[in-house]
């Protein structure tokens, strides 16, 4: 095992039917350069999946391929004008590289942006509208004021006296992984008031508010954006950062809730925990085989929080990280991936089958 990678612990699951596995993928503040670049040109399914987001954003797309494979990005990461829709691309191409790898999700749950690469892979939306709405979002967003995300390592109650009409809940990660969201003035001075009182933050990758009301404004037209494409029930189950439960048919067609997303929080240890409970928990569920929580996306840190839940602790799932943690060499991401394939079948994930791909 190198410094890169991690073994998963596929002894944990009882035994049981045939491995199930859940793919969680990641949003803003997961992308590093070149992320998953490594598996360019060498995984075809990956190359493909990437090359048909950047085929569908025209011009768009073929500067962000050149800046994503680039060795020194001429645009920062923490530009959402790049991260955003790369890490769509990255999330979904990685996603397929699953599937084509035999396992049929049982479940899906992005964070943030993730949940449009959620979405695109259930079916919602075709991968091209949903890379166009990804990029529509961003150009929306773009003249908000300037702004960012906060992790704090607090609950949601202990975050409570430093929220304003600014500063707001932007994502629930963890019982204490909080994030708050706001215009950067309003979020600096927010800091500052935080550490007085000792409570540990540190800024999220990021210079635009995301799931913050001050991106209101913004979005005014981006239900008619979505309202412009196909929308379809969900092939495949998604559990929905916003709701915190599987995405219905009528929020899956609504313009508004896909508007909407960029600014709403993100509730995803909710959604997790109403995932894990749902596949581990059910009184019909005896029998079911081994759970995997599969990383689908750059960086691990979507893998760090669903370690911490009890039912994963307690040896009810395994978690497996398709990446690197951190930047690496192409080399790395290659060993990275490898070494995920690896625990996936020791888990019983694929077994040689080939997942259906929806386009």
Known sequence: MTRHAEKANVAGPPPGGPARAALLLPGQGAQYPRMAAGLYDVEPVFTAAMDEVFAALGATGRALRRDWLAADPPRPLDDAALAQPLLFAVDHALGRLVLDRGAEP???????????????????????????LVVDRVRRVAGAPAGGMLAVAASVAQVEPYLGPDVTVGAVNAPRHTVL?????????????????????????????FHSPVLGPRLEGARDAVAAVPRRAPLR??????????????????????????????LFWPALDALLNALLD???????????????????????????????RRGGAVVVPLLPGRPGSADADREAFAEAVAALRAAGVGEGRTAPVLS
């Open 282 to 312: 059910a009184p019909d569920g005896a029998g079911a085989g081994p759970l995997v929580l599969v990383e689908a996306g750059p960086g691990r840190t979507l893998s760090s929080i669903a370690r911490r839940h009890p039912l994963v």
């Open 181 to 209: 969201a706001g215009p950067r003035g309003a979020l600096d001075a927010a800091a500052e008031r935080l550490d007085a009182a000792g409570l540990t933050s540190r800024p999220v990758a990021s210079d635009t508010a």
């Open 106 to 132: 049982v479940a899906l749950l992005g964070h943030s942006v993730g949940e449009m690469a959620a979405a695109a892979l259930a079916g919602v939306f075709s991968v091209a509208d949903a890379a166009r």
């Open 237 to 266: 189950t998604v559990y929905s950062g916003r709701t915190a439960a599987p995405l219905r048919a009528d929020e899956a067609a609504d313009p508004g809730f896909w508007a909407a997303q960029p600014m709403a929080p993100v």
